[in-house]
């Protein structure tokens, strides 16, 4: 009988996995194959996240085996690499209301698939590996429609919900503990070169549709609303709205925690 992994302290987020993913396999008989294929036949995290993902990008111009032996060394050379996965994962699962568990995240969500994809891609980078890391910015584009640059920076324990459209640009950063959802731009403003792209502090939530744009600096905890464009510097705990956008409302408090959109009214 397999224990309930809620039942006392949270569970590592692999044996949650693997206890819902057990769990399903056995409610969804037609999807068991896949199930066992991706999460039960593997012993650890690092080998599941390398299947499943080598799967999804494999392409004519390379195959699912390559593509998982380059992730798996990337995961067992960088630990780091896993702990963001895991925390990303709980982050859907605290924040997003439709997540019934870790299963649907590591599976179906391409927010977090298309993250993976890019955490991996910037350790290529950072390798010098430009044409590779590239070509998994271009699969994952295609296959999630989230288009971050490889060079990107990117914190842990971040959610990209519904996640289509996201488009980060090279010199962008992203604390941790962010929420951007679906058709979010952190770009630049022209042809500028160098260092022209946003800087995201901890904990923003980067609401529905709006646009980040140029070298600017949003502090920790701010809260950008739906359809804003933000041309200048957001101070931390700031509620910033419109096109232009301005400060509206009170202080943000754990906005990306919370995904609390709604704008509050000025005190």
């Keep these: 009988m397999v224990e309930n992994p809620d039942i006392g302290a949270p569970p590592p987020p692999w044996k949650r996995l693997a206890f819902e993913a057990r769990a399903a396999a056995a409610d969804e008989p037609a999807l068991a194959s896949y199930i066992d294929a991706a999460i039960l036949s593997h012993d650890t995290i690092c080998q ?9 990008l494999a392409s004519r111009e390379m195959g699912a085996q390559q593509i998982r032996h380059i992730f798996a060394c990337i995961y067992e050379h960088e630990p780091a690499i896993v702990e963001a996965a895991e925390l990303d994962m709980q ?4 924040r997003d209301p439709a997540c019934r568990g870790m299963l649907q995240p590591f599976l179906f969500f391409k927010g977090f698939l298309a993250l993976q994809t890019h955490r991996v891609a910037n350790r290529l980078w950072r390798e010098g590996r430009e044409t590779l890391a590239f070509h998994f910015q271009s699969r994952a584009s295609e296959l999630f429609g989230v288009d971050i640059h490889p060079a990107v920076r990117m914190g842990k324990g971040v959610m990209l919900d519904h996640a289509s459209g996201i488009t980060i640009g090279e010199t962008a950063v992203v604390g941790d503990g962010c929420s951007i959802l679906q058709g979010v731009t952190l770009g630049g403003t022209g042809k500028e070169v160098g ?27 701010a809260k950008i609303a739906a359809g804003s464009v933000v041309l200048k510097d957001v101070a931390a705990h700031t509620t910033v709205a419109g096109v232009p956008a301005r400060i509206v409302g009170g202080e943000a408090s754990q906005p990306a925690r919370s995904m609390d959109q709604t704008i509050p009214d000025a005190k």
């Design 48 to 56: 599941a996240l390398s299947f499943h993902l080598a799967e999804k």
């Design 91 to 94: 982050a859907v699962l605290e």
């Design 195 to 221: 260092d022209r792209h946003p800087k995201i502090g901890k904990g923003v939530l980067v609401s529905v549709g709006a646009k980040v744009l140029g070298n600017i600096t949003v502090g920790d905890e």
